[in-house]
């Protein structure tokens, strides 16, 4: 696929793809939960059926022993609905962290286009009617051109540094 037949970018799906990401993120979660206290329930209803009648608990304890399998089955699926939901919820915060890099580099691009048009303006030599003196040194700033380095020796001569370390 070459590059002028890609569609341009478009925030909006990206955004509409994390809307969807935690309208599932809540789906699961109540589901887990939902599911955990209906399975607990039949799980705790179990003396209340012919099943039941081997277990050590006597059927007049199905009713509470159904309400604490509910309880229990709701804790299990919210820890579950929690921890699958927080990947859903994951999904959808990476792709609004994308849209946000995309729009603080587009940003930081016009920024520095602007910066480079400024630098470009100021570097343009502004016209004189007569020549100056070329500087010694070239800039592309014409920045004035800095005095020679005075060191205080105490009258002695100070030699250079050599150029190259000592073989």
Aim: hydrophobic share 45%; glycine share 10%; charged share 15%.
């Amino acid at each position: 696929m070459a590059a002028q037949d890609l569609p341009n970018f478009d925030p909006r799906v990206i955004e509409r793809f994390a809307e969807g990401a935690y309208r599932k993120a809540n789906a699961i979660f109540t589901g887990c939960i939902a599911g955990g206290v209906v399975m607990g329930a039949i799980f705790g209803a179990t003396p209340l059926t012919p099943i039941g009648e081997h277990w050590p608990i006597p059927q007049a304890f199905g009713f509470a022993t159904m309400l604490l399998g509910a309880f229990l089955g709701g804790v299990i699926g919210y820890v579950v609905g929690d921890t699958r939901a927080a990947l859903c919820r994951l999904q959808g915060q990476t792709a609004l962290a994308q849209v946000e890099g995309a729009k603080h580099a587009r940003a930081m691009a016009e920024a520095m286009r602007e910066i480079h048009e400024q630098i470009r303006d100021i570097a343009r030599p502004a016209p004189t009617p007569e020549p100056a003196p070329a500087p010694a040194e070239s800039s592309a700033f014409n920045l004035p051109s800095l005095p020679p380095l005075r060191v205080a020796t105490g009258g002695q001569q100070i030699s250079p540094p050599p150029l190259s370390p000592p073989s």
